[in-house]
C-alpha cells in the first residue's frame, strides 16, 4: 500500500497568513493526489485534485502543486472559514490512502 | 443540485457474537447516477480518513481495503440511485462515521467530488 505522510500534523496561522501544507507519498505517484478540507461535525469537502486542479466552486486562495512524491497545500490569505483539517489522498492505486491529516487552527 | 444521503446506521451490540450485520444506504440524486463510479470512506471518531470501498458505475469493477474485505460488500441499483455497503462480522473497530462519496468520471483512478453527510455506525460489546 501507498503511505501517505503529511507535515505538519498541526499549525496556527493567523487571519492573512499564507499556510502551506505538504504531502509526500512512500512511492511515485504522478499527479494522482487529491486534497480535501474538513470542518468538525461535517462531511470532508473536496477542495483539488490531479495535484493541482480546483473542484468547482472553490476559490483561488487554495492551490496545489507537485507531482511524483511530493506535494503541497497552499492557501495564499488564510481566513476565519479556512480553518479545518485537510487531508491528501493518493488515488494512484488501490487501496486508496489518505494522509493523516493536518489540523490548521487560529493562532 | 447533487445530493448524496446516507442512512442505516446505528448502534449495533455484539455481546459476543460475530453475525451482526448492517446493511447502510446512500440515496443519490441531482445527477446521473449510473454514469458514475462510487466509494465508501470511513472515518472513526476522533481519527483520519479511511477509504474502504470502490464500486464502478456498472458494478463490473469492485475494490475494498483489507480491513473489510471478506466482511463487507459493495453494491448499487442503478434504477434506484442507490448505493449499498452490507457490513457482516462486526467488530469494535468499525465504529465509525460512514460517507458515500462520487468519483468525477467513471475511470479506474478516479478522484472524488461530492461527498455525503455520513452516517454513524457504532459497534459495541
Known amino acids: 500500500d501507498i503511505q501517505m505522510t503529511q507535515s505538519p500534523s498541526s499549525l496556527s496561522a493567523s487571519v492573512g497568513d499564507r499556510v502551506t501544507i505538504t504531502c509526500r507519498a512512500s512511492?511515485?505517484?504522478?499527479?494522482?493526489l487529491a486534497w480535501f478540507q474538513q470542518k468538525p461535525g461535517k462531511a470532508p469537502k473536496s477542495l483539488i485534485y490531479a495535484a493541482s486542479t480546483l473542484q468547482s466552486g472553490v476559490p483561488s486562495k487554495f492551490s496545489g502543486s507537485g507531482s511524483g512524491t511530493d506535494f503541497t497545500l497552499t492557501i495564499s490569505s488564510l481566513q476565519p472559514e479556512d480553518f479545518a483539517t485537510y487531508y491528501c489522498q493518493q488515488y494512484n492505486n488501490y487501496p486508496l490512502t489518505f494522509g493523516g491529516g493536518t489540523k490548521v487552527g487560529i493562532k | 443540485e447533487v445530493q448524496l444521503v446516507e442512512s442505516g446506521g446505528g448502534l449495533v451490540q455484539t455481546g459476543g457474537s460475530l453475525r451482526l450485520s448492517l446493511r447502510l444506504s446512500c440515496a443519490a440524486s441531482g445527477f446521473i447516477f449510473s454514469n458514475y463510479s462510487m466509494n465508501w470512506v470511513r472515518q472513526a471518531p476522533g481519527k483520519g480518513l479511511e477509504w474502504i470501498s470502490y464500486i464502478s458505475s456498472s458494478s463490473d469493477i469492485i475494490y475494498y481495503a483489507d480491513s473489510v474485505k471478506g466482511r463487507f460488500t459493495i453494491s448499487r441499483d442503478n434504477s434506484e440511485n442507490s448505493l449499498y455497503l452490507q457490513m457482516n462480522s462486526l467488530r469494535d473497530d468499525d465504529t465509525a462515521m460512514y460517507y458515500c462519496?462520487?468519483?468525477?468520471?467513471?475511470?479506474?483512478?478516479?478522484?472524488?467530488?461530492?461527498w455525503g453527510q455520513g452516517t454513524l455506525v457504532t459497534v459495541s460489546s
Open positions: 512511492q511515485g505517484i504522478s499527479k494522482y
Open positions: 462519496a462520487r468519483g468525477i468520471r467513471n475511470r479506474a483512478k478516479d478522484p472524488f467530488d461530492y
